[in-house]
């Protein structure tokens, strides 16, 4: 059973950068497709970005392209999201999720969830 722990929010002013990580264990992430989620107050979850199993194609949401980016280390088993020129919209509880091979699938796609850690953009 893969298990997924979120860490790296906190409160950053806009313009600021955060580094999330998610860590698996129980199993290796060598063949998961890993998304990063996120979802704000009265919102629906989101994805923002996601990096396949093979050969780690990314996918990023407009809303954020340019701004984050996100990697994986599989000798880790870890999988980073970058966030850089962080905006007050960003504001949200982000999740890792993951999913066999490729991205392909929305929220309701995914195999495995995170609990997820709490970002905050404010001045």
């Known amino acids: 059973q893969l298990q997924l722990v979120e860490s790296g929010g906190g409160l950053v002013q806009p313009g600021g950068s955060l580094r999330l990580s998610c860590a698996a264990s129980?199993?290796?992430?060598?063949?998961?497709?890993i998304g990063w989620f996120r979802q704000a107050p009265g919102k629906e979850r989101e994805r923002v970005s996601c990096?396949?199993?093979?050969?780690?194609?990314?996918y990023y949401a407009d809303s954020v392209k340019g701004r984050f980016t996100i990697s994986r280390d599989n000798a880790k088993n870890t999988v980073y999201l970058q966030m850089n020129s962080l905006k007050p919209e960003d504001t949200a509880v982000y999740y890792c999720?993951?999913?066999?091979?490729?991205?392909?699938?929305?929220?309701?796609?995914?195999?495995?969830w995170g609990e997820g850690t709490l970002v905050t953009v404010s001045s």
């Open positions: 999720a993951a999913e066999l091979y490729y991205c392909h699938s929305g929220p309701a796609g995914m195999d495995y």
């Open positions: 990096i396949s199993s093979s050969d780690g194609s990314p």
């Open positions: 129980g199993s290796t992430l060598d063949y998961y497709a």
